[in-house]
């Protein structure tokens, strides 16, 4: 009931109230109101289905994205709790209502259509819904998620940062359209251009380095993009060149197989993906070392 202005803040409300006590939205004894939760959910889900429909002004969108994640977080945290607590069909109710709304996330990116343009301002915002769900049960939603990743790689690189950790959780997740993305985050975190740089890095490099290093995957079958105009333009005008006496990074040595004993040759240097994981790795060499 109420107008827009009332459930925009329930919603917000109910976001901070989650966030900081959980559960028990702060009550005596610490006990999860489920039934007090149950009737929020509905219009959790509700109301992030009217705006991913376009019924829904993108603000109320934005609570009920913003309330979903931290419940979602929520249950996870209180997964050992709420198993021991007895009330089961009070979990399992609440459970349907956040399922709905996850798999309302995940139909809206696959009918979302790729005009070439700039992604709709959802977007960002259930991504974070997904993002959260995947991290704490990413069993539930793994194929429609791996689905919604040609979606989400739309994204801003400060917009994708989010799903690193639940990509990273992925077996062979360098087999998905991510990769690529991946290595976007990496040049926009390496050169600055993004929030939270140092930490997005650092995930980056953790995820690329381990694929690197894994014997089994053949990174010139994986679904390498080619590097885009504006990240190359960026990395170029970044970095003065690494044999620079003003850059701050190691020089480029002059014979590489001298001194490094990776990468191993390709056996087909003009293939395609050997090509453009030449190309990427030219680009991040290029744009120096991390600006923190």
């Known amino acids: 009931a109420g107008g827009v202005s009332t459930r925009q803040a329930a919603l917000h409300l109910v976001s901070a109230a989650v966030s900081q006590m959980g559960l028990s939205f702060g009550r005596p004894g610490g006990a999860p109101q489920l039934n007090r939760l149950k009737p929020l959910l509905s219009l959790m889900a509700g109301e992030l289905r009217l705006g991913l429909?376009?019924?829904?002004?993108?603000?109320?969108?934005?609570?009920?994205?913003?309330?979903?994640?931290?419940?979602?977080?929520?249950?996870?945290?209180?997964?050992?709790?709420?198993?021991?607590?007895?009330?089961?069909?009070?979990?399992?109710?609440?459970?349907?209502?956040?399922?709905?709304?996850?798999?309302?996330?995940?139909?809206?990116?696959?009918?979302?259509?790729?005009?070439?343009?700039?992604?709709?301002?959802?977007?960002?915002?259930?991504?974070?819904?997904?993002?959260?769900?995947?991290?704490?049960?990413?069993?539930?939603?793994?194929?429609?998620?791996?689905?919604?990743?040609?979606?989400?790689?739309?994204?801003?690189?400060?917009?994708?940062?989010?799903?690193?950790?639940?990509?990273?959780?992925?077996?062979?997740?360098?087999?998905?359209?991510?990769?690529?993305?991946?290595?976007?985050?990496?040049?926009a975190a390496q050169v600055g251009a993004m929030p939270n740089a140092v930490d997005a890095w650092r995930q980056c490099a953790l995820m690329l380095t381990e694929v690197a290093l894994d014997a089994a995957a053949y990174l010139p079958e994986a679904p390498v993009p080619e590097v885009p105009e504006k990240a190359s333009s960026t990395a170029e005008?970044?970095?003065?060149?690494?044999?620079?006496?003003?850059?701050?990074?190691?020089?480029?040595?002059q014979n590489p197989q001298e001194h490094i004993p990776r990468p191993l040759q390709a056996a087909d240097p003009e293939q395609d993906g050997v090509r453009r994981l030449c190309a990427w790795s030219a680009v991040l060499w290029a744009a120096g070392p991390l600006r923190s």
């Open 237 to 253: 005008g970044e970095a003065l060149g690494p044999s620079s006496p003003s850059h701050p990074g190691l020089p480029l040595p």
């Open 53 to 187: 429909e376009g019924h829904a002004a993108n603000d109320t969108t934005c609570a009920a994205c913003a309330a979903l994640e931290a419940t979602i977080i929520a249950f996870g945290q209180s997964a050992a709790s709420l198993e021991a607590g007895g009330s089961l069909e009070e979990v399992s109710d609440c459970l349907r209502q956040l399922h709905r709304a996850v798999g309302d996330v995940h139909s809206y990116c696959a009918d979302l259509p790729d005009d070439g343009g700039d992604p709709p301002k959802e977007l960002a915002l259930v991504a974070r819904v997904a993002a959260a769900w995947q991290l704490e049960d990413p069993r539930q939603f793994s194929s429609e998620f791996q689905r919604s990743l040609n979606a989400f790689c739309r994204l801003s690189p400060a917009e994708f940062m989010v799903l690193l950790p639940c990509i990273h959780e992925l077996p062979d997740w360098h087999l998905t359209p991510a990769l690529g993305k991946v290595m976007e985050v990496t040049l």
